[in-house]
């Protein structure tokens, strides 16, 4: 199976800051990225896919980008609807989901 | 409007069985590959399975290949999860999901709210 980490697993922010997030396959994965948020006690949302895609309804602020082994999510100016764990999937081959990175506030 | 759910879970005890439904409403669910995703209790997503949207093509997880059967009624408009010969790591809360149409990169659109599985003695 695909491998996948992501960085920071964990990290403080304040409302407006810009955040980035990182994740890694273990091989290449080409354009087979996706990402999720999800809040506690909720369901995942659809953010991002095919690595750079936007997910109809979901704000501008949220981009994706990368291919092959390195992706990247990007909060352009983050709001408090915002404070999450963001989930990278890989659906190359049998799909995997990355660890986690919860975004919580500074 | 787009509903997923998720009915079924409960305690069982190691070796047990049990099967999960998720009903599905506001589209046409036959038009749909469908997903299962399974989160333990403070760690994170764990996809499952996956069915087409005729139910003639299906995939798992390596941790389930051989437990649980993913299956669909179309003229229910039901997704099915049978799980066999459980493991106090299958203790989950379990998730069915919606493929997005027409793209390759299976992304996963709506989510039901999800049931919780629960294996133990």
């Known amino acids: 199976d695909i491998q996948m980490t992501q960085s920071p697993s964990s990290l403080s922010a304040s409302v407006g800051d810009r955040v980035t997030i990182t994740c890694r396959a273990s091989?290449?994965?080409?354009?087979?990225l996706n990402w999720y948020q999800q809040k506690p006690g909720k369901a995942p949302k659809l953010l991002i896919y095919a690595a750079s895609s936007l997910q109809s309804g979901v704000p501008s602020r949220f981009s994706g980008s990368g291919s092959g082994t390195d992706f990247t999510l990007t909060i352009s100016s983050l709001q408090p609807e915002d404070f999450a764990t963001y989930y990278c999937q890989q659906s190359y081959s049998t799909i995997t989901f990355g660890p986690g990175t919860k975004v919580d506030i500074k | 409007e787009v509903q997923l759910v998720e009915s079924g879970g409960g305690l069982v005890q190691p070796g047990g069985s049990l099967r999960l439904s998720c009903a599905a409403s506001?589209?046409?669910?036959?038009?749909?590959?469908m997903h299962w995703v399974r989160q333990a209790p403070g760690k994170g997503l764990v996809w499952v399975s996956r069915i087409n949207s005729d139910g003639s093509s299906t995939s798992y997880a390596d941790s389930v290949k051989g437990r649980f059967t993913i299956s669909r009624d179309n003229a229910k408009n039901t997704l099915y999860l049978q799980m066999n010969s459980l493991r106090a790591e299958d203790t989950a809360v379990y998730y069915c999901?919606?493929?997005?149409?027409?793209?390759?990169?299976?992304?996963?659109?709506?989510w039901g709210q999800g049931t919780l599985v629960t294996v133990s003695s």
């Open positions: 091989q290449s994965i080409s354009s087979y």
């Open positions: 999901a919606r493929e997005v149409v027409a793209t390759i990169f299976q992304p996963v659109d709506y």
């Open positions: 506001g589209f046409t669910f036959s038009s749909y590959w």
